[in-house]
């Protein structure tokens, strides 16, 4: 039995222990769409199929937990974050500068049921190493999303917390990689990336976004992106390439975009239909 699609999301009711296959993994994505046009924001459709089809996977392996989003403006991509967000979590925003009521109306969408704790928190996220989520959630997160100040003064201290905060199967997500207006958080990212290797290894970039894993857990990333992300972003109307174009002790990063030349997966420009990672 599927869910209609307008069922509220969270962890399927209680059902007989094999039928969480049965579970719609499109529920979360379509209640998302029936609002999504009404919030204002630049969080824009691939990267919202991305991330509906990055936490289904979470979902389905197990990876639960709080979430946190830095820079939430009028809550666009939080309110993705709330629909997948388990009944009786936490999901924890920080801004220095809330934007009016909207984000309590798109939270309100998402989430009408109010069976999920939103924890705001209003200030400069350069100083959550001293705020108390830094002892009460740490390495409890399943979700972080970094799109706050975009200085890599600030970037790089959004790391930092992340480090802190992320659970060891978690994702963090950084926004504006590989953006031409703000080439510092590319650089702070791929610094960070390279002086604290034991921190996080990037596994995915595309759609203005990376998206980052702890290291000991970032080949079950990998492996999905190499084996379903690409279906699971058709499913959701967005057809792309997955490109994994050099030798894993190079680069292993894939990275996704507008779908080139009629292949989901492209390997190096010398054996295009390889992929190791
Ligand atoms: C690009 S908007 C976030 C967009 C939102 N994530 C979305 O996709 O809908 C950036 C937000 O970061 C906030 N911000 C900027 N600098 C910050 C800082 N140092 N600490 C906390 N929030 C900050 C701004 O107030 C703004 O709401």
Known sequence: MNLPSTAPCGPAPALPANAESAWDPLTCFRKYNEFAASLEGWFGPPAIALWDALLVFQRE?????????????????????????????????????FHGPSIHRALELARPDKDLELVRI???????????????????????????????????SDMRAANTLLA?????????????????????????????????????????????????????????????????????????????????AEMNTFGVGPRRDGLALRGPDWEERTIRY
């Open 61 to 97: 392996r197990g990876i639960r937990g709080p979430m946190l989003e830095i820079g939430v403006w009028r809550g666009r991509s939080a309110a993705l974050l709330a629909l997948h967000a388990e009944p009786n979590s936490k999901l924890f925003l920080c801004d220095y500068k």
């Open 122 to 156: 209003d200030g400069d996220s350069t100083n959550l190493h001293v705020h108390d989520i830094a002892r009460e959630q740490f390495r409890k997160l399943r979700w972080m999303h970094i799109d706050g100040e975009h200085s890599a003064r600030a970037v790089t």
């Open 168 to 248: 060891p199967d978690g994702v963090l997500v950084i926004d504006d990689f590989f953006s031409w207006q703000y080439p510092q958080v590319t650089e702070a990212v791929l610094r960070y990336v390279r002086t604290q290797p034991e921190d996080f290894a990037l596994f995915l970039c595309g759609y203005n976004k990376a998206y980052l894993a702890r290291p000991h857990a970032v080949h079950r990333y990998l492996e999905y992106v190499a084996s379903d992300l690409g279906d699971a972003l058709a499913a959701r109307g967005v057809d792309a390439t997955l490109a994994k174009t050099t030798y894993p």
